[in-house]
DNA sequence: CGGTTCGTTGAAGTAACTCAACGGCTGTGG
DNA sequence: CCACAGCCGTTGAGTTACTTCAACGAACCG
């Protein structure tokens, strides 16, 4: 136990909902382990049963789906603060998989402490329920995106969709820019389109001026610009609370 | 306050974890109403903050998303027993729409009391966060659908969830059909289709043997075929708790 | 170096879309 | 009673957005 909850970096740059301190430290007492995995982990298999559940304290990671064939649906993506598994830690099986997109750090919660705490700190459980919403939320918008728009569209709104979250992290530079460490893959997967035309689609962003893509680092031009692109209706991310 | 908790028929199916009396007393305490609506309502209207959570205590609903261009995508359909409005409820604004799909009946359920609920009953808090792992689960499975899958396998994996639902909540009569409200436009706009190919992908089904459809009622020739059609990976629908 | 992963581009094919028209059914109002 | 409008489902024809196939360059790594 590397990092105490006391000093989670994470709660200090003001993204979860001030929780009192006896709430925090009933945290901190059954956070078992601060684990580091690289880039490609599976966090969580689909199918298996997972007695615990993480908090990402550093890195990226893609919830997942697989179909019977080997087609690959990435659900949402997963950033600091994001919980991981709480659908399979309810589940006596995991629907999904979990995977690591970049070296992360997670923090191991076991799941029998964590359904006792609630117990003992209901405002807990409304507040992992508040993330299950959240998280949930994100995957309401994808779909929307999936269903309703064309390539550039989806596209469009999947760079605005990450630039709003790693806004509220503390994650983007002054210059609208930020780490971007999917794969063309990835984003293809996540968008259900191809590969090729994911290249094309990106290409044609690019040539319009809607961003720069160099060495893993996204620089948007204009944000806004590219929220309109998305056709979003101008709906905030909402703030965000605890663990 | 028509139907008290104590004799919802939704109860005595089996659906729900057994709860204590002690618990289902409260939740009887704090329902406020019996609602009837008419197909079409709008339970939840997007953008609106809703002081209330609702159960579907009869009919059907479903959730959806609209674009700015008025493009709309249903997220899932909502059966008896299902939550409405739980985002809604736990953000400041419903990020999505709710409506009813025939004539419905909801249990109505003020939101500030039913987070004060969970103070005194934590066991709640966790079965209300099943419930909404659950729906999320859902939405997961139709993303998949929507990003991976060709017209004819959204088709069959629809078709295919709604009977499984349908059948734990004993809807399905003995020869495998149920009542199905569905116009093709819903069908359309939860699969991300257009109108037209959903109706000539439907009649292929039809023709191919899979089910007939006359008067408002689906007929499954054989589940087990039309699940092998949408791809799945033969994953059970889990048990499922409260409320 | 050769192997691997990732990005890029051109060309050809197809699944799904749009447009358009029509038929059946239901409810409404003269 | 018929006329008419509105909704839902159906079908054909032409178009397009996206897919698949194939090939190649750049970066990275053992």
Redesign the interface.
């Known amino acids: 136990m590397q990092v105490p909850c006391y000093e989670c970096e994470l709660r200090s740059c003001g993204l979860f909902k001030r929780i009192t301190p006896d709430e925090l430290g009933s945290i901190n007492e059954i956070k078992r382990e601060h684990l580091a995995l690289p880039a490609g982990s599976e966090i969580i298999r689909?199918?298996d049963e997972s007695p615990e559940l993480y908090t990402l304290y550093a890195g990226w990671a893609f919830r997942f789906?697989?179909?019977?064939?080997g087609?690959?649906?990435i659900?949402n993506f997963l950033l600091p603060g994001d919980l991981c598994g709480?659908?399979a830690a309810?589940?006596?099986?995991a629907?999904?998989g979990i995977e690591a997109l970049t070296d992360v750090e997670i923090c191991v919660l076991p799941r029998r402490k964590v359904?006792t705490l609630?117990?003992q700190k209901?405002?807990l459980?409304?507040d992992?329920?508040?993330l299950?919403?959240h998280?949930?939320?994100l995957?309401?918008?994808?779909?929307?995106s999936?269903?309703?728009?064309t390539a550039a569209e989806r596209v469009a709104a999947l760079i605005v969709m990450l630039y709003k979250r790693l806004k509220l992290l503390g994650m983007v530079a002054a210059d609208s820019s930020f780490e971007f460490p999917l794969t063309q893959q990835h984003i293809a997967?996540?968008?259900?389109l191809s590969l090729v035309h994911t290249n094309k689609t990106l290409a044609k962003l690019r040539r319009l001026g809607m961003f720069k893509l160099a060495k893993g680092r996204l620089t948007l031009a204009n944000p806004r610009v590219l929220a309109r692109v998305a056709?979003?209706?101008d709906?905030e991310v909402?703030q965000r609370p605890l663990i």
Chains 1, 2 share one sequence.
């Open positions: 689909a199918g789906k697989m179909l019977a064939d087609r690959r649906q659900l709480l659908q309810m589940f006596d099986a629907l999904y359904w609630f117990d209901p405002g459980a409304f992992v329920a508040w299950g919403a998280s949930k939320s995957v309401d918008e994808n779909l929307t999936v269903g309703c728009r997967d996540a968008l259900g056709l979003y209706f709906e909402p």
